[in-house]
């Protein structure tokens, strides 16, 4: 691994084509304002999606629930900036500690010691520092999907508060801070370029086990729960696909050619996944629904993510058919087994990520096959690079699925996580919020 | 056959609804309208406590027989009224029930009439 290293130094200016994450903390380079311009264009485009994800989870559920479902976005905007400026940043990408469990640096803390840094790549370390903070917002506030309509809103802010001091950084430190484990695994690492495993498959595991720790809502499956506005949900998955960009895009930490291609493999996988869901569920049954075609928005989205540095166009299309494929069956499964994933944070995020992060590996284009062979002096196949892929998607699952099931159970018994049968029956908004959504719309 | 209206909470209706259809009362029509009582709800609006001059309600409509009125009106209000450790049961705002004579009841389906399209 230490051979390796110097390698990784010389080979640098070509790394940062490919890999996200990949840049050292202090620098005396030149600022490149292309660079910056467009970092500074994808972290507001990252912060875009967390209002978008509020308007699509606030459009899924009940109206009495509408205003505390996107309460649940907003304030993971709030407790998670915080957080990341306070210990976030250090301990996402500090120097490791407790044997690498997680990072930490104490120029990070209170980002005080990076005033004037700018990283290798031409861009202030602020502007990344704020970039990866942005993910920090969105990875748990996408769990909030998986128990919506059911939480108390104090348990809910615990809860996301310690998930991401203690799943998220972690997680984040081992996949993309330069002395991460994942991130030196095999030839050249775990592929994962802009979150498949550090976002959507942590996200979406942690989901699954809080949804089926705290139980369904009253009277799921037997009542019949409607969305109370689709056209939101419209409007958020769009605002989401847009966001995408930043997020993608994004995290080449470059403005340069592995920006345009992460951008294009971005929008044909979320066209890809839109298209082959509407043609599924057409078939199936017998109508194309304006939820199925976001629900492959995000799918192919989701999919892409780990890829998007490392596949091309007719990869990234089959990525995003694959993934409509199997999160639409999965989310039969998930009718069938009778668990409340109310609005498929598992189904999409978790399976999406998933698969995403292991089919990439059969898309990798040469160049990089090229290069992760060159780096262990020798040949690197699919198959050992699957290997790696594999290894790191169970390692994010067993991780994130044993701490938040530990997590939820601390919350629950202290704080109190799941909501009364009286505060359930007449809403968040009115039990946590003391607020409605809308005026005269929609009585349930 | 009676039309009871009855005006009730809008956090209560999962409450009602739930407590009807225990009771086999199934058939209901619901809608959201406003108005005001006595009573002067106190609402947050950007921190500051605002007295709305409306009030949102919730009003349920349900046809029945004579027969049937009686559980009706009471398992709406057992549902309805709020119930508080600090102030005891029932408090200003837990809303009204009208009973209006029904002079006629058709099923559009069948043109059946009177008690048995109820």
Request: one cysteine or more.
């Amino acid at each position: 691994m230490k051979k390796r290293n110097w390698r990784k130094m010389l080979l640098f200016g070509f790394l940062v084509l490919f890999m996200s994450g990949n840049v050292f903390a202090h620098g005396e380079s030149e600022i490149d304002s292309g660079a910056t311009a467009w970092m500074l264009t994808s972290t507001a485009l990252v912060l875009l999606m967390i209002p978008g994800l509020a308007m699509f989870y606030g459009g899924l559920v009940r109206t009495k629930n509408v205003l505390g479902t996107m309460m649940h976005s907003f304030a993971a905007m709030g407790i998670m900036t915080v957080l990341w400026v306070a210990v976030g940043y250090s301990m996402c990408f500090g120097g490791n500690v407790f044997g690498g469990w997680f990072g930490w640096n104490p120029d990070y803390v209170f980002l005080s010691g990076i005033d004037t840094n700018i990283l290798e790549g031409g861009v202030p370390e602020y502007v990344f520092s704020m970039f990866q903070g942005k993910f920090a917002i969105i990875t748990p506030a996408l769990i909030a999907g998986a128990f919506a309509e059911r939480v108390k809103f104090k348990g809910y802010m615990f809860f996301i508060a310690l998930w991401g001091l203690l799943v998220y950084n972690p997680l984040c430190h081992w996949v993309w801070a330069e002395d991460g484990f994942l991130f030196n695994l095999g030839a050249n690492g775990a592929i994962d370029f802009a979150g498949g495993t550090v976002v959507h498959i942590s996200a979406g595991v942690s989901g699954l086990v809080a949804a089926i720790y705290l139980g369904a809502r009253r009277g799921y499956p037997k009542t019949a729960i409607e969305p109370n506005n689709l056209v939101m949900t419209m409007i958020g998955g769009g605002l989401l696909w847009v966001g995408w960009f930043g997020f993608n895009a994004g995290s080449s930490i470059s403005s340069g050619l592995s920006t345009a291609q992460a951008l294009t493999a971005t929008q044909v996988a979320a066209a890809a996944g839109a298209l082959s869901w509407m043609i599924i569920e057409g078939i199936h049954q017998g109508k194309a629904t304006a939820l199925g075609f976001v629900s492959g928005v995000l799918a192919g989205l989701v999919a892409v993510t780990p890829a998007a540095g490392v596949v091309q166009p007719s990869g990234a299309l089959v990525l995003g058919v694959l993934a409509s494929a199997i999160c639409y069956i999965f989310i039969i499964l998930k009718n069938r087994l009778g668990y409340d994933d109310s609005l498929d944070a598992f189904g999409v995020h978790g399976i999406g990520g998933i698969v995403g992060a292991i089919f990439l590996t059969f898309f990798i284009r040469k160049s990089w096959m090229d290069e992760a062979a060159a780096l262990v002096d020798g040949s690197w196949s699919m198959m050992q690079q699957l290997g790696v892929q594999v290894a790191a998607v169970l390692i994010a699952i067993a991780y994130a699925g044993i701490l938040t099931y530990i997590l939820l159970i601390i919350v629950n018994k202290t704080i109190g996580m799941r909501s009364s049968d009286v505060s359930e029956m007449a809403g968040l908004d009115s039990a946590y919020h003391g607020e409605r959504g809308y005026g005269m719309l929609n009585p349930n | 056959m009676k039309l009871i209206t009855a005006i009730i909470r809008d956090t209560q209706l999962d409450a009602v609804r739930q407590a009807l259809i225990e009771a086999d009362i199934t058939r209901i029509t619901v809608s959201r309208v406003s108005g005001h009582g006595q009573q002067q709800s106190v609402e947050i609006y950007r921190g500051q406590k605002v007295i709305p001059d409306l009030i949102p309600k919730t009003r349920l409509e349900i046809a029945v027989n004579d027969q049937f009125v009686d559980i009706t009106v009471d398992t709406i209000i057992a549902a309805a009224r709020s119930k508080s450790e600090d102030i005891g049961d029932g408090t200003v705002g837990d809303g009204k029930i009208f009973i209006t004579p029904l002079e006629e009841c058709i099923r559009i389906r069948t043109n059946e009439r009177g008690s048995s399209a109820i």
